[in-house]
């Protein structure tokens, strides 16, 4: 009979490097696991896909999902496509035009990425002046800024317009509606706004929000889509008649559909 001296050796050797392999992969799994509230998948999305345990991936439109509390954790389900009518598909529709204005250096639009408000673009309810503030066509968006805790909208390229929100009357509030003013808040009443990658964040110091770059937008009684502060927990405590949104920044050259 022919004996094989080494064949333990490498027997060995194999089962080692097979643990090792086997080890590695169980930490890059661990590792790729979203934070809370943080995205987990979404069109072009290359980062974890896996959410916290008790939290679920959830897809807001095709280009963004979020890990939301509930469930047991895990990846988004399939995004879903619809009829383009010209024998593709198309994971949205829209017929809004495109803005003609470019892009400021320094600046960057701002818009919602989730239905029904998907791309609508932040700018004043009355172009340009200190007045609500809605969601609106690309056409008409607005150039924004965050200096100094200021969100600034610079309209009509000169005069800055400075976002304020109105104070809080008291506990049982839930949200709380963005203006445009000629003069920032200031003192106790001011809270600050701050870039959280792309998303706008939003926070003052007497209130504890479970989400700071929760926004509510709210149909009036004109249909003008006003932007609100949401208080309350996003997606589970969503006031009548609103819809939860993030808002994010969008720097082509122009506000697209």
Known sequence: MHKCDGCTSSIMKSVAALVSTVFFASTVLAQATAPQYGQCGG??????????????????????????????????????????????????????????????????????????????????????????????????????????????????????????????????????????????????????FMWSGDTVEWSIPTIDRPQLNAWLVCPDAAGNLDVYINLGAYDYMTPAGCADETIHAYTGATATP
């Open 43 to 192: 069109t072009g999305w290359s980062g974890a896909t896996t959410c916290p345990s008790g939290w679920t991936c959830t897809v807001s439109n095709p280009y963004y999902s979020q890990c939301l509390p509930g469930g047991t954790g895990g990846s988004p389900p399939p995004t879903s496509t619809v009829s383009n009518g010209g024998g593709g598909t198309s994971t949205t529709s829209t017929t809004a035009a495109s803005g003609t204005t470019t892009l400021q250096a320094g600046y960057s639009f701002i818009r919602a990425v989730e239905d029904p408000n998907f791309h609508k673009y932040l700018q004043s309810e009355v172009l340009n002046t200190a007045s609500d503030a809605v969601l609106g066509s690309p056409a008409t968006a607005a150039q924004f800024q965050i200096t100094n805790g200021q969100l600034i909208q610079n309209a009509n390229g000169t005069t800055p317009l400075y976002a304020t929100v109105e104070p809080r009357a008291n506990s049982t509030v839930t949200k709380l509606k963005m203006s445009w003013s000629a003069e920032p808040d200031s003192g106790d009443a001011a809270g600050t």
